[in-house]
């Protein structure tokens, strides 16, 4: 199955959103397979951010990530990827529809609660950036034949 990759940026300690955000992956049937809290730098945010290295808010959201650790959280399920992204909202918290992550918890473009990769090809090169190979967990859920269909797995 598919695997994603959420950090829980700065924004979701101050608010004090860890357990709110985590409850929402966890209760939409999303497996958590990986979870830590790490200090970023700058080596780690040039490459996670390297899409937005021409933008003139570079500088401003690498010293944003800076502020207090992150959480790292590995999900995963069918679709994960697109699933999360779709909880997610909109960059802009002000203009994502109520009901997601940045729309019920952010009115900021860059004080936005979370990061969540955007494609497949982007979960599995920032899975690889966030978390060695021996920190990413392979165990079942109990629960599995009540999330989904046996033809959909
Ligand atoms: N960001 C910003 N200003 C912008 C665009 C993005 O501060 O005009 C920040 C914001 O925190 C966003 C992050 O840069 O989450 C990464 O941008 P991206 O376009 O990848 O948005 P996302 O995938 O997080 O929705
Ligand atoms: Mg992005």
């Not at 952010?106 to 936005?112: A, D, F, K, L, R």
């Not at 982007?122 to 033809?151: G, Q, S, V």
């Given at each position: 199955?598919?695997?994603?990759?959420?950090?829980?940026?700065?924004?979701?300690?101050?608010?004090?959103?860890?357990?709110?955000?985590?409850?929402?992956?966890?209760?939409?049937?999303?497996?958590?397979?990986?979870?830590?809290?790490?200090?970023?730098?700058?080596?780690?945010?040039?490459?996670?951010?390297?899409?937005?290295?021409?933008?003139?808010?570079?500088?401003?959201?690498?010293?944003?990530?800076?502020?207090?650790?992150?959480?790292?959280?590995?999900?995963?399920?069918?679709?994960?990827?697109?699933?999360?992204?779709?909880?997610?909202?909109?960059?802009?918290?002000?203009?994502?529809?109520?009901?997601?992550i940045?729309?019920?918890?952010?009115?900021?473009?860059?004080?936005?609660i979370v990061h969540t990769?955007?494609?497949?090809?982007?979960?599995?090169?920032?899975?690889?950036?966030?978390?060695?190979?021996?920190?990413?967990?392979?165990?079942?859920?109990?629960?599995?034949?009540?999330?989904?269909?046996?033809?959909?797995?």
């Open positions: 199955m598919e695997k994603t990759l959420v950090l829980l940026k700065p924004s979701a300690l101050q608010r004090a959103l860890v357990g709110e955000v985590i409850k929402r992956f966890e209760q939409k049937g999303l497996k958590l397979t990986g979870i830590k809290m790490m200090q970023l730098n700058d080596e780690i945010l040039n490459e996670h951010y390297a899409h937005l290295s021409e933008r003139p808010f570079f500088q401003r959201i690498k010293d944003a990530m800076m502020t207090t650790p992150i959480i790292a959280t590995c999900w995963e399920g069918l679709d994960a990827v697109q699933v999360v992204r779709t909880m997610t909202g909109a960059t802009n918290g002000r203009n994502a529809t109520p009901g997601t940045r729309g019920d918890f952010s009115v900021s473009v860059q004080e936005n990769s955007d494609s497949i090809e982007n979960a599995k090169e920032e899975l690889k950036r966030f978390f060695k190979k021996e920190e990413i967990f392979n165990y079942n859920h109990l629960t599995l034949p009540f999330l989904y269909a046996n033809d959909e797995i």
